[in-house]
């Protein structure tokens, strides 16, 4: 998907970034086991709520491909010649046969099957892991404020870029698909040929139906880290990790 090829080398540099600044901070707070857990804690809820969001993006890819299999699938016809002449007294359908036409009925499929995987996954294991970081929330040095601000920072950051993407790509491709001029039998859902352009556009408007939501909502769950860091106690004092 080409919203992965956006989202990974962002969630990259932005890892790197906050570790970076994460050692900076083991000067000001206490850097515990418990603060280690806690990183791996908030990185996992991103991962797994990321996953969750691919997947819906492949719900609405595969919604897109059941209203016209054109709009997620992209193929072409083969074989057949259309502009042959028919000798005398043989039948049109005989000297012309119809093209064959692609079935992408199983690529639809694993699409599903993949996408609403995801989403149980993703959802359950963002779950698991958001009741250590609470858990850890009591233990010294368990809820390092680098850790928690750096996550939905990371949550605003990540969402922003696949919003934008989608936003842009997904209008993009909407707007060439059925404006720009195409070849014939670049349709194949109800089985005769169309003369819209550009590629399939479901994935793209996928990820800008799915991560539009989310990037609204982690940016106000930022906010409100935001205005609640002025009344979280100051961290209390633990063994240093060596």
Not at 9 to 21: K, N, R
């Given at each position: 998907m080409l919203v992965l090829a956006v989202l990974i080398?962002?969630?990259?540099?932005?890892?790197?970034?906050?570790?970076?600044?994460g050692m900076k901070q083991r000067g000001v707070e206490p850097f515990t086991l418990a603060s280690a857990t806690a990183l791996y804690a908030h990185l996992m809820i991103i991962v797994s709520a990321t996953a969750a969001l691919i997947g819906g993006v492949l719900l609405v890819k595969v919604l897109a491909g059941f209203i016209n299999i054109s709009y997620s699938y992209s193929g072409f016809f083969s074989g057949g010649s259309s502009g042959a002449v028919c000798p005398a007294g043989v039948p049109a359908n005989l000297c012309n046969p119809a093209?064959?036409?692609?079935d992408f009925t199983p690529q639809r499929t694993q699409d599903l099957v993949l996408g609403l995987t995801l989403i149980i996954v993703g959802v359950a294991a963002?779950?698991?892991h958001r009741a250590l970081a609470r858990a850890l929330r009591t233990t010294p040095g368990g809820r390092p404020l680098w850790v928690e601000r750096g996550a939905a920072i990371a949550f605003t950051t990540l969402y922003g870029f696949g919003a934008l993407f989608g936003l842009i790509a997904g209008a993009s491709a909407l707007i060439s698909y059925f404006v720009v001029p195409g070849s014939p039998n670049q349709g194949f859902s109800t089985g005769f040929s169309t003369t819209s352009g550009g590629q399939p556009f479901g994935d793209l408007v996928g990820a800008a139906i799915v991560f539009i939501p989310a990037w609204v909502v982690v940016s106000l769950s930022l906010r409100r880290t935001l205005r609640s860091g002025a009344l979280l106690p100051p961290p209390a004092a633990g063994p240093m990790m060596s």
């Open positions: 080398p962002v969630a990259v540099v932005g890892l790197v970034i906050w570790i970076i600044v093209p064959p036409q692609a963002a779950f698991a």
